[in-house]
Structure formats: structure tokens, C-alpha cells
């Protein structure tokens, strides 16, 4: 392959990095294209040489350096962004409501049923804890920090 369609191929594929890693990346497959040793790529670079090899490899085996096949770390996401609005909604219609009632209330408007946990972690990250604050002589049971 010539290495202006090289060049080219490469930026197509590795948009989602970074300015300095797709820089990198694209150097490391041209250097290697133009017969330089992996031990070399690294000195002129100044990575690491483990780097370079994966990096080759990865390009040799899949035509790209990014792995097709390779899926993001982690659990998906029970509830969307639309589901903790219908929280938000039901902790502000319900202030004194159980934990449990929450999960049918969810299960009812989502139709996802989660752990008592899951929907703990769930408040959470909106910004709901269990704290009480009084306002106006009536107590609420979840506050919403804002």
C-alpha cells in the first residue's frame, strides 16, 4: 500500500483517539511500513516497545489498529437517560415512598425491574440521598441536591 492511502486509511479508522494517540499510531504503522525495528519505532518515539508490538500486531491482524471485535469494559446501563428522568418525576411525586415502592413504581411506568441496590446507586448518580429537610413545618424524606 503507498503511504499517502496508508496515511488516509489510518485517520479514517482512528477518529474516536485522541490528536495525540492517532498521531502516534499512524507513526508507528508508517515507521514499521518503511522497515524500521519495533526496538527502533520505540527509541524514536520514546514509548514503550510492548506498545509498538501490540500496536503492529493489531494492525497486521485486523488491517486496522483498532479491534473490531474488542467490546467497552463494563456493565450496559439498565436505566437511560429518559428512565431517571421518570425517577426524578416519581421521587418528586412521591417523597416518603419506600425503596421497594420505587422499584414497582419503575416497573410500572419502565417496565424494568431492578435490585434494591441498582436503584440505590440509581439515586445516587441523580443526585437523591436519603437526607430529611424540613421545609415549612412537613418533613421530606428525599431531598434533590441541585
Same mark, same amino acid.
Request: glycine share 4%; aromatic share 12%; hydrophobic share 35%.
Given at each position: 500500500?503507498?503511504? !499517502?492511502?496508508?496515511?488516509?486509511?489510518?485517520?479514517?479508522?482512528?477518529?474516536?483517539?485522541?490528536?495525540?494517540?492517532?498521531?502516534?499510531?499512524?507513526?508507528?504503522?508508517?515507521?514499521?511500513?518503511?522497515?524500521?525495528? !519495533?526496538?527502533?519505532?520505540?527509541?524514536?518515539?520514546?514509548?514503550?516497545?510492548?506498545?509498538?508490538?501490540?500496536?503492529?500486531?493489531?494492525?497486521?491482524?485486523?488491517?486496522?489498529?483498532?479491534?473490531?471485535?474488542?467490546?467497552?469494559?463494563?456493565?450496559?446501563?439498565?436505566?437511560?437517560?429518559?428512565?431517571?428522568?421518570?425517577?426524578?418525576?416519581?421521587?418528586?411525586?412521591?417523597?416518603?415512598?419506600?425503596?421497594?415502592?420505587?422499584?414497582?413504581?419503575?416497573?410500572?411506568?419502565?417496565? !424494568?425491574?431492578?435490585?434494591?441496590?441498582?436503584?440505590?446507586?440509581?439515586?445516587?448518580?441523580?443526585?437523591?440521598?436519603?437526607?430529611?429537610?424540613?421545609?415549612?413545618?412537613?418533613?421530606?424524606?428525599?431531598?434533590?441536591?441541585?
Amino acid at each position: 500500500m503507498h503511504k !499517502k492511502n496508508i496515511s488516509i486509511f489510518l485517520k479514517n479508522i482512528i477518529r474516536k483517539f485522541n490528536q495525540y494517540d492517532a498521531w502516534k499510531i499512524e507513526r508507528i504503522i508508517l515507521l514499521h511500513n518503511d522497515g524500521y525495528s !519495533k526496538r527502533q519505532i520505540a527509541n524514536l518515539l520514546y514509548i514503550g516497545e510492548t506498545l509498538v508490538k501490540k500496536d503492529i500486531h493489531i494492525y497486521a491482524k485486523w488491517g486496522c489498529v483498532v479491534n473490531p471485535w474488542k467490546l467497552t469494559p463494563g456493565r450496559k446501563k439498565v436505566f437511560s437517560r429518559s428512565d431517571m428522568n421518570v425517577l426524578r418525576d416519581i421521587v418528586h411525586e412521591h417523597v416518603d415512598y419506600y425503596l421497594d415502592e420505587y422499584i414497582e413504581e419503575m416497573q410500572a411506568r419502565t417496565g !424494568k425491574r431492578v435490585s434494591v441496590s441498582t436503584l440505590w446507586r440509581s439515586l445516587a448518580y441523580c443526585g437523591i440521598t436519603r437526607k430529611k429537610q424540613d421545609n415549612n413545618n412537613y418533613s421530606i424524606h428525599y431531598y434533590i441536591v441541585t
